[in-house]
Each structure stands twice: as structure tokens, then as C-alpha cells.
């Protein structure tokens, strides 16, 4: 059973505190405001209700018996104790409204089905070395239909949309990747967002997959006590968001948070070669191609193997190279943003992610901090499905939250 809002909680909490009005005519706003409260809070009773979203007890009311009339929110069982009437907390329905989120990466695709409180309940995967256009959206479609047979007919009339999260730039690298210049063409001329929305009448939204898993921290994890940060997430490429007085911020050409770009050193005068970004160090794609290199399997990068004989070496490596790059784009990052921390997550496994925090806090301390603050250094709570289930979480806020802005002005 959740805990009544307290004072303490009003405190911490102020700047994710929706604000409803009580003014005619706001009453689908009001609802968002209110659904939204109990998300970020927790079930409560409609009092606390009304003084958390600064709506009257009486606006709080209709709303609730609206609410639970459309089945988005359900009573739970009286809190005991208190001086007068027991008080019942208000919840969100889990069955109340569904989303479909959908990730696609360049080593595999991951479909969810998310119930209204951000529960994964169904879910499906693929891998592959590098996506086949056709192949690729033929499954998903046949994901989709499923999806709709096991929500049964009515249930089915609860979907809200799609959200997709995949990189921008899906047949970008091709050299690194090693692909061929007609598999990288193939991508560079789809509309993935139009491609799925020929499947369905649901309504589609997309995000840059790292942005996209950069929401699901905003909304579900450590974003939700942080107010700006820095967003780091390790995958085949490493990517990032940013997130700036709790607005993700995409910026006017979507790249604000392009970690994988950062340069790791000074261009020399003259010469024909590049610095090196930080994809090419940070990355668990550059894992990958030292587990090859001594004919290992390339999918331990993922999985727990990565810290076990023999791959065990290799990855030693690859995190001392790793956490100085990140701790380098940390530094960088530092002096233009006045953060309040930065937070790593990734696709790999949960022990190798505190090995590689462990390393970036001692790589810090290699670089001046000298006039600037040295932001803490946190760990992600989603992992490896941060990417879908933030897709998933698009359509929820398009058709549930009062503040749509909050992280679809993305510019992509």
C-alpha cells in the first residue's frame, strides 16, 4: 500500500508537482493533471490529491468519479488509523490503457506491451548481426498483430499508440560496422516512423533511442529526484540525452546529448586523420571486436560472460579505455552544463555496469576539476530495455499527461 503524501514529500518533490486549474473548461487538462500526480506519487487519497495539483476538493472529486468511470484509476483498500472516516487511496488501473513500445538497434529489436502503470506484459526479442529492412518490419507487424490477439478485442480497444525508439542514424558507421555501402543506403532511405504507422491505425510517435531511454530515467527512474543531468547509455554505440530542469532537450537539430561524437583528442595541423570519437572507445561494439579478435563469442558483451575467463581479460581493457573516454565527455560536459549529476546505464550486464562506474569515478580524478564543479556519477535503474520501454512511454504522455512537452520537442 502506498504511503499518504507527506510534507516531506512536498519538499522533495516540488518541481515534478502538476498544477491543475479550476477554472470551466479545463477539465481533460485537469484529468492529465491529476493521472499524472498519482504516477509520479504514488496512490493517494483525493484530499492529498487536491492539495498536491492545487485543485479543489470538490474538482478533485468529479474527477475521480470520472476516472473511475473510464476505468484509468481504481480505489484501493481504506487506510485504517486516523482520526475520522478511513480515507481510500486513489491508483492508476493497470488495465487502463496499453502502449506499444518498440526498439530498434543495430544487433537486435525488442517489442513490449506496457499496461498503464509502466509494467512490461508481454515482450518480444531478436537478434541480428545488422537489420534487414523487410525482414525487420514484417516481424514487427507480426509482433503487432499478436500484441492485439493477446489483449483480446476489448482490451485491444485500450492501446493508445506506438512508440518507437531506434538511432537516427541507423546505417550510419558503416566502415566500424563493416557493412556494406547498399545496407547502409538501404536505411538511409526509410521513414521509420511512417514504415510502422502503414501497419497499424494506432497513432505512432518515434525518439532517437538514446533519447528515448533517457525518458524512461526521466519518468521511472533516478530522473525523477535529479532535475538536470547528463544521460549516458552504452550500447553496440554509446549514446546520451539531456535533460535540463526535467525537460529532456533535443535541441534545433536533435543532437544535444550526442555522446558517441565527442572527439577524444586535438586534431593535428595538417593531417589527413581524425581524433577519434568516443564511440570508438566506449562502445560495446569495441568489446565485441576485441572478443572476435581472439575468437571469442561477441555476444558475451551483453551478458554476464563479459566478466568471466576467458572473456574476462578483454573486457579489463575495455574498461580502462571506457572510463577514461566517459570520464573525458563527463569533464567536457561539466564545463558547459551546470549539472546536477550524470547517469550511466547500458544494454550489457547489471555487474558490468558497476565495474564501469567504479572505473569512470577513478577517471575522473585524472582530468582538472579546477573552476568546475565535478558532477556525481549514478547508476541507471531500467538497463537494457531503458530504449523500449521510453518508446513505449511516448504515446502514454501524448494521450494522458498535461505536459506534452515534456519530452516530444525532441527535434528528430
Known sequence: MEPAFTEQDEVVSEWLRPRGSNQIGMSQFNERVVLQAIRFHGSMPKADLARLTNLSTQTVSVIINRLLDEELVIKLAPLRGKVGQPSVPIALNPDGAYSIGIKIGRRSVDVLLMDFVGCARERFSMSYAFPEPDALFGEIERQIKQIRVLLGSKRAQRLSGIGIAAPLALGGWQKLLDISPEQADRWAHIDIRARVQEMTDLPVEFAKDTAAACVAELVAGRGRSIKSFLYVFVDTFIGGGLVIDSHLRGGLHGNAGALASIPLGLAKNGSDTTPP????????????????????????????????????????????????????????????????????????????????????????????????????????????????????????????????????????
Open 277 to 412: 570519437q568516443l564511440l570508438n572507445d566506449a562502445s560495446l561494439f569495441k568489446l565485441e571486436q576485441l572478443f572476435a579478435a581472439s575468437r571469442l563469442d561477441k555476444a558475451a558483451a551483453y551478458d554476464g560472460r563479459a566478466l568471466e575467463a576467458p572473456w574476462k581479460t578483454h573486457t579489463t581493457v575495455w574498461l580502462d579505455d571506457a572510463a577514461r573516454a566517459i570520464a573525458l565527455a563527463i569533464n567536457s560536459a561539466s564545463c558547459l552544463l551546470d549539472l546536477d549529476g550524470v547517469i550511466i546505464d547500458g544494454s550489457f550486464d547489471r555487474a558490468l555496469l558497476e565495474q564501469l562506474l567504479s572505473a569512470t569515478g577513478i577517471a575522473l580524478g585524472y582530468y582538472n576539476w579546477e573552476g568546475v564543479t565535478r558532477p556525481e556519477v549514478l547508476a541507471g535503474t531500467i538497463g537494457s530495455d531503458a530504449r523500449a520501454i521510453g518508446g513505449a512511454l511516448l504515446p502514454l504522455y501524448a494521450n494522458f499527461a498535461p505536459d506534452h512537452d515534456l519530452f516530444l520537442k525532441l527535434g528528430n
